[in-house]
């Protein structure tokens, strides 16, 4: 049973650019998640898509969007780069409609910007 | 609103001592409580979940019950191993539907020693 997978591992990006991150969820699942964890940190929530729409949103800028396909594989896109864009970038599986929500995660992509 | 409040690290002890990570929360609703484990350069691992008062979760040796009276949901080991080493989030989730961010605290560095 394959589990998250995320696509870039890493990535290096200057200031202005921007990036494409790549999610693949649990087979099964349906609801993708987005999590940003800086340096040191807990992760913090982005976004979350379910049934190709975004269902809720955390405290980020519209610099930070993203798509969710129909095979329930998702994107996170993030324009303008940043040097506080640098972090590790999460991608979090979960079925909708049972396992109390639980969420799987990713290995993550690793976005540095110069 | 919500949020998570870890035990401040990092943590160092030696192989088979008794370990306790400190967890409390606030939150508006009834949470679902997890802690999830982060080894060197990974993405995050579920440990363990409770969705409801008094329930246990448990799981390679790690436990922790969910509190109610107390707000807490704290984490125990009674024999911690070299392999235990890594970082442990303690987060939690309103467990509605459409409202399944997870909210994580700052984690906690563990490192057992020989």
């Known amino acids: 049973d394959a589990g998250v997978t995320q696509s870039p591992t890493h990535l290096i990006k200057t200031r202005g650019q921007q990036v494409t991150l790549r999610c693949s969820p649990k087979s099964g699942h349906d609801t993708v998640s987005w999590y940003q964890q800086a340096l040191g940190q807990g992760p913090q929530f982005i976004f979350q898509?379910?049934?190709?729409?975004?269902?809720q949103r955390g405290n980020f800028p519209d610099r930070f969007s993203g798509h969710q396909f129909p095979n329930y594989s998702s994107e996170l896109n993030v324009n303008a780069l940043l040097l506080g864009d640098s972090a590790l970038y999460l991608c979090?599986?979960?079925?909708?409609?049972?396992?109390?929500?639980?969420?799987?995660f990713g290995p993550g992509t690793r976005l540095t910007v110069l | 609103g919500d949020s998570v409040t870890q035990m401040e690290g990092p943590v160092t002890l030696s192989e088979e001592a008794f370990l306790t990570i400190n967890c409390t929360y606030t939150a508006t609703g009834y949470p679902s409580l997890f802690w999830y484990v982060q080894y060197p350069g990974e993405g995050l691992q579920l440990l363990l979940k409770?969705?409801?008062?008094?329930d246990k979760g448990s799981n390679k040796g790690f436990e922790a019950t969910y509190r109610k009276e107390t707000t807490s949901f704290h984490l125990e080991k009674g024999s911690v191993q070299v392999s235990d080493s890594a970082v442990y989030f303690c987060?939690?989730?309103?467990?509605?539907?459409?409202?399944?961010?997870?909210?994580f605290g700052t984690g906690t560095r563990l490192t057992i020693i020989p």
């Open positions: 409770a969705t409801k008062a008094d």
């Open positions: 979090a599986s979960s079925l909708a409609a049972g396992g109390r929500y639980t969420q799987y």
């Open positions: 898509y379910y049934e190709e729409e975004e269902r």
């Open positions: 987060a939690l989730m309103l467990s509605n539907f459409g409202n399944e961010k997870l909210t």
